[in-house]
């Protein structure tokens, strides 16, 4: 029973490997093959000791095993003297073509690994980029960075290690050969001996393996934690909280600690315990040899180096095997986001156009999150070409839900929502993406030129779009204002700017796009009056031209709005300019607008 279930984890971990570097198998085999005959060739030169030994000695007797005999063989068919000199050089050559040959598999092995990594990185990111906003929100910022960072690097690591391991192979193949060409029964017994080690150190493979495991999540909760907290940092110090922050974080790298210092003691105890092993192994053979009436001493030189050789690359197997092993939880993490990565594709099924000519309707649209109660249920608006529309309500109302499902972040669980008189879903998703802009309170600005946080990775927006933009959202008196004007650097998430100006310049990046519907979301919740004003007769600017959503809880921002919507509960509960609400002292706008005033 543990023999069959030992041969499923090794199919397992077959199944693992051929799916992740399958595609490499041509270049692994090559790598094989050289290391194979770089092998031979150092096996041979260390089995032409006893013919060298025979010169020295003057001893007629060229050596008795096979190998011997194939390089005297050798120089027989190609005529060549058999002497000291041309066997000496003969092994020079072939100790300099095995180096040629071991230069060429640490090159291919490199070149393997370091595609591997790049290839993988990018599969990954770009996975990660074109997901799904539902799977996206559920993710943790440091495990994502821990994936794309270290797990790729130690699967790439694990990677080369398999190359070496293919080396390591051949090696010990070929001193078990010569082994075998001057005594079978010490290179069977040798073989029994590994193999006895092997099963004795097994349970260590799986301790490595388990405490790698533990050592990997461990370094995706850093990941987020100092993420986390960096992103903070300016809370943290305001609220005086260092320490504690000091505090978790200890704990972390005590944990790390813990599980390096048992990994190191793992891989150790393996190879520390082999020496010995290895010593008495070769004591015993000498005794052996020794006691035999035909003892030759440049035979027993040669299967005690093939025998030590053989141990030591045992040695290094068992090192290769804990490296492996230490590495698959690093494989299967990779395996795992990307599975779970491709299920969750963002798939654009729409192939017409954007053409936005009349209005923009939601007809009985209703949404849940994960299966929880409605977020918006039979939603009804109509934003007509041109207008500027407020959506108000209490929080959690459903206000934001609407703009998701407008950005196509979200897809309706009911009803549907119709650009024209086509449904959105049938419209291409990065051509309606491209038509609209969003502006959130959330502001994500890049540590870089005003320039290249206006332009925002768009090769088509030029410098005249660029500057029309800044003008609009009035920030280019500012941005002139500035040493650098468009090449001034702006910090880490617009560090050097206020918050107006940030908002300010976010808004040029959109506007600079040319939007056909712009949809502001609490954009100027956390601004100044000035700052507000600023943005407010931005979008003054903007009425008629673009059609504009606007999402806040300021009644100034809204104030010369065309229609206001007020949202309660998930559904829209009054529709009407803001004077005609204002008017109406039963509603939603009244009461909130008198107790505002």
């Known amino acids: 029973m543990k023999f069959i279930f030992f041969g499923q984890k090794l199919f397992n971990l077959f199944s693992l490997f051929r799916k992740e570097y399958g595609q490499y198998k041509w270049s692994i085999l090559l790598l094989s093959v050289l290391g194979f005959l770089g092998s031979i060739l150092e096996g041979v030169g260390i089995n032409a000791i006893i013919p060298i030994f025979s010169f020295v000695n003057k001893s007629s007797d060229r050596g008795a095993d096979t190998i011997s005999q194939m390089i005297a063989g050798f120089f027989n068919f190609f005529h060549l003297q058999y002497t000291l000199k041309t066997l000496l050089l003969f092994i020079i050559a072939l100790f300099v073509i095995k180096a040629v040959l071991m ?9 393997i690994s370091t595609c591997y990594e790049k290839g993988v990185r990018s599969e990954l990111f770009k996975l990660t980029a074109f997901s799904r906003w539902p799977h996206l929100s559920k993710q943790k910022i440091g495990h994502m960075e821990q994936i794309l960072i270290t797990d790729v690097n130690s699967s790439s690591n694990l990677l080369f290690s398999l190359s070496g391991g293919m080396l390591l192979a051949a090696n010990l193949i070929i001193y078990i050969l010569i082994s075998v060409n001057i005594s079978v029964f010490i290179a069977l017994l040798t073989i029994l001996v590994g193999v006895i080690i092997f099963l004795i150190f097994k349970p260590l493979f799986y301790a490595n393996r388990m405490l790698s495991g533990r ?12 993420n986390e907290n960096i992103s903070g940092i300016k809370t943290i110090k305001a609220m ?10 200890d704990e972390y790298f005590e944990r790390v600690r813990d599980l390096n210092l048992k990994t190191v003691a793992v891989r150790n105890f393996t190879n520390t315990a082999l020496q010995p092993i290895g010593l008495v192994f070769i004591v015993g ?12 001493f440049a035979s027993f030189a040669v299967i ?21 092993n230490s590495m698959v939880p690093f494989v299967e993490s990779i395996k795992k986001y990307r599975e779970e990565a491709r299920s969750e594709s963002e798939a654009d099924r729409g192939t017409k156009k954007f053409i936005f000519n009349d209005n923009l309707r939601f007809f009985d649209v209703s949404f849940s999150y994960d299966n929880t109660s409605p977020a918006v249920s039979r939603v009804n608006l109509l934003i007509k070409k041109g207008e500027m529309v407020g959506l108000i309500g209490p929080s959690g109302a459903g206000k934001t839900t609407v703009v998701d499902l407008l950005l196509r972040l979200f897809e309706p669980g009911d009803g549907k929502i119709m650009l024209d008189d086509q449904p959105i879903n049938e419209i291409s998703l ?25 332009k925002f990775y768009d090769e088509t927006v030029k410098e005249e779009d660029m500057i029309v933009a800044a003008k609009m959202a009035n920030i280019f ?3 002139e204002c500035q040493p650098q004007r468009f090449f001034t650097m702006i910090g880490e998430r617009g560090v050097k700017l206020s918050g107006g100006e940030r908002q300010r310049i976010i808004l040029a990046r959109i506007l600079a796009r040319h939007p056909e519907i712009l949809v502001l979301d609490e954009a100027t919740s956390a601004l100044d009056n000035e700052s507000e004003a600023a943005i407010q007769k931005a979008i003054e600017n903007l009425k008629g031209e673009i059609t504009v959503l606007v999402i806040a809880h300021r009644l100034s921002t809204i104030m010369n709005a065309d229609r206001l919507l007020v949202i309660e509960n998930g559904r829209i509960i009054e529709e009407g ?14 009461r909130v607008y008198n107790i505002k005033n």
């Open 103 to 111: 230069y060429l598999t640490t090159y291919i092995a490199a070149q």
């Open 215 to 226: 050592l990997e999540a461990t370094y995706k909760d850093i990941s987020h934690y100092v």
């Open 240 to 249: 005086a909280v260092e320490s504690s922050i000091q505090k978790y974080a």
């Open 285 to 296: 053979m000498f005794a052996f040899f020794y006691k035999m009436t035909a003892f030759n």
């Open 304 to 324: 005690v180096y093939a025998i030590n050789k053989v141990f030591n690359y045992i040695q290094m197997a068992q090192g290769q095997l804990h490296n492996i």
């Open 430 to 454: 990065k051509d309606w993406r491209k038509h609209i802009g969003y502006v959130s309170q959330d502001i994500f600005l890049m540590n870089d030129t005003i320039e290249n946080n206006i």
């Open 477 to 479: 008196d500012f941005i």
């Open 577 to 590: 300019s803001p004077q005609k609400l204002l008017e109406n002292k039963g509603s939603y706008y009244h």
